[in-house]
């Protein structure tokens, strides 16, 4: 008896672990699901990142917040749930169905508001591909011009000789560069506050006070009354403000390069406020003429703007706004990378031309920066303009005013031979511009899901030569021009003071009546 009792204890402590262990074994669950919600919304969330902690097993959660993982692990264990803009949160499964709450994140990114479609809205709802740089990554990237601010903007291209013949292009498409043609609209449109800058001069210019810099890719026409081709330009710059401030940024580099930049805003009275703006660069030149021991293509850039903000109701607003930039650089000269022969015959080989002249390039190096033109460098660029906008809410929209006046004034300089040879010893292309436009439009949400713009845009340009453009033969072009070896055409001096001089006077006017409308049929489409 006592040795069957023995037996069944032993037995017995045996098979107390087995049943403790049978008891609290993890459960293996091939397929693990749930479902991921906003916890103050309950709004499914779609394309929420849920991972098994420790492992690379993972999935998102669905088109209706749903998430499915297929996996050998044991229960319990721990996913981790993330998400934009929530908290990412870390959660013990038990069973194999679970709801997952997310809280939203407090330190959220800042949304960004467009007025691209000429009504503010957020990026993340325009369906329309659109790039957008804030003013302080602008500064801090040294953006003081869009020659600047194309590396920083995917597609777009500047191409500039000079402030006449510039081209800014979105995806390869825009205007023809070397093609010097003032009867071409570029085929980007450049806005600034809503004002249309009708010459490519415009492009530039240094950056006064901006606040936001939206490139538009494609052809615009029903949003803005002056259609294009390949994209626009819209620029928002600061506007004054009841709340006074003030900005000092200065920079310092090689080459002398110095840039000042300050603004001030403040209110003038209990309904109107003011701000001014100033900017101003400098920079030695880069190449050095050996000839005059002076460098050229240096920078002389200064700017500047002034607004007036009157509030009379809050219902409307009237910016009265004017601003001034200047460009006095000796450029835009260029060196001699190198000569190569041509198939034309030996009397009219380049380097056989120079010898006939006894003349010798001061260098083939382009890494020597070193030129020795005769003729002077200037390319004299002025701008400005002033604009009046009123904003009036009436009902569910914005009903704005633009008129704007603007001017452009062009007195360049070339050496066109680009040698110290007195070939092409004059060419002087002086140009002025005015420019009127204005626009009357309504913009705004009509209903939740219906939106829009419609209006009417106007505007008038003339170009004419100051007083004249002019191009004209130096003493050694008859060697240049040589196509004989006639007696006659050996004559030094044969074509010296021979040249052209035109005048032109081009006067346009253009209007147009666009408009769009946006339905928002579902969350989705």
């Known amino acids: 008896m006592k040795r069957i009792l ?4 032993l037995i ?21 699901s749930g479902i991921v919600v906003d916890a103050r919304t309950n709004k499914k969330l779609t394309g929420a990142a849920v991972s098994i902690v420790g492992t690379t097993n993972g999935a998102p959660t669905k088109e209706d917040g749903s998430f499915t993982l297929i996996t050998g692990q044991k229960l319990p264990f721990t996913v981790t749930v993330s998400y934009l ?8 499964l038990t069973e194999s169905a679970i709801e997952i709450k997310l809280e ?7 949304d960004v508001v467009i007025t691209s479609r000429r009504r503010q809205e957020s990026a993340q709802d325009v369906p329309i591909p659109i790039s957008v740089v804030r003013g302080a990554l602008v500064e801090d990237a040294g953006a003081f011009n869009v020659n600047r601010l194309k590396e920083l903007v995917p597609t777009v291209q500047l191409y500039s000789s000079n402030p006449r013949n510039t081209t800014l292009n979105i995806r ?11 009867g071409i609209d570029p085929g980007v449109g450049f806005y600034v506050d809503g004002v249309y800058f009708a010459r490519p001069a415009a492009t530039t210019l240094d950056f006064i006070d901006i606040e936001q810099i939206e490139v538009l890719r494609g052809p615009q026409g029903t949003l803005f009354g002056k259609n294009t081709t390949a994209g626009a330009f819209n620029i928002t710059t600061r506007a ?27 209110p003038l009275s209990k309904k109107l406020a003011g701000r001014l703006s100033f900017s101003g660069t400098q920079r030695n030149g880069l190449l050095y003429n050996v000839r005059t021991e002076k460098p050229v293509n240096d920078l002389n850039n200064l700017g500047g703007r002034g607004q007036l903000l009157f509030t009379p109701t809050d219902n409307i607003k009237i910016t009265l706004a004017g601003d001034v930039s200047s460009q ?22 380049f380097n056989q031309i120079i010898a006939d002249l006894n003349y010798k390039l001061p260098s083939q190096n382009p890494f020597d920066r070193v030129i020795d033109h005769d003729s002077p460098w200037r390319s004299n660029n002025e701008l400005g303009g002033v604009s009046l906008n009123i904003d009036a809410k009436l009902g569910p929209g914005t009903l704005t005013s633009t008129t704007a006046w603007r001017y452009w004034n062009w007195d360049p300089s070339n050496d066109r031979d680009f040698t110290g040879l007195p070939v092409l010893t004059r060419s002087a292309a002086k140009s002025r511009h005015e420019q009127w436009t204005q ?4 913009a705004g949400a009509l209903s939740s899901r219906l939106s829009g713009v419609v209006g009417v845009f106007a505007i008038s340009q003339d170009l004419v030569t100051d007083p004249v453009h002019t191009e004209e033969s130096g003493a050694a072009q008859y060697r240049f021009s040589q196509s004989s070896t006639s007696a006659l055409w050996r004559t030094p001096g044969l074509l010296d003071g021979y040249g052209i001089r035109t005048t032109s006077r081009l006067q346009s006017f253009g209007a147009a009546v666009f408009g769009q409308i946006d339905w928002a049929i579902n969350e989705r489409l």
């Open 439 to 442: 626009e009357v439009r309504y």
């Open 104 to 110: 939203q994140s407090p330190k959220q990114l800042a």
């Open 172 to 182: 390869g498409l825009g205007s023809t560069f070397g093609l010097t043609n003032d």
């Open 6 to 9: 023995q037996a069944t204890f």
């Open 328 to 349: 006095k650089p000796d450029g835009y000269a260029q060196v001699v990378a190198g000569v190569a022969p041509t198939l034309r015959p030996a009397y009219r080989q």
């Open 12 to 32: 017995g402590t045996s098979l107390i672990p087995l049943f403790s262990y049978a008891q609290n074994e993890p459960v293996i669950n091939a397929t693990v």
């Open 85 to 92: 803009g929530y908290q990412t949160k870390e959660v013990l």
């Open 240 to 266: 004054a403000s009841f709340q006074p401030g003030a900005t000092l940024e200065m920079s310092y580099g090689n080459y002398g390069y110095i840039q000042a930049r300050s603004s001030i805003t403040g």
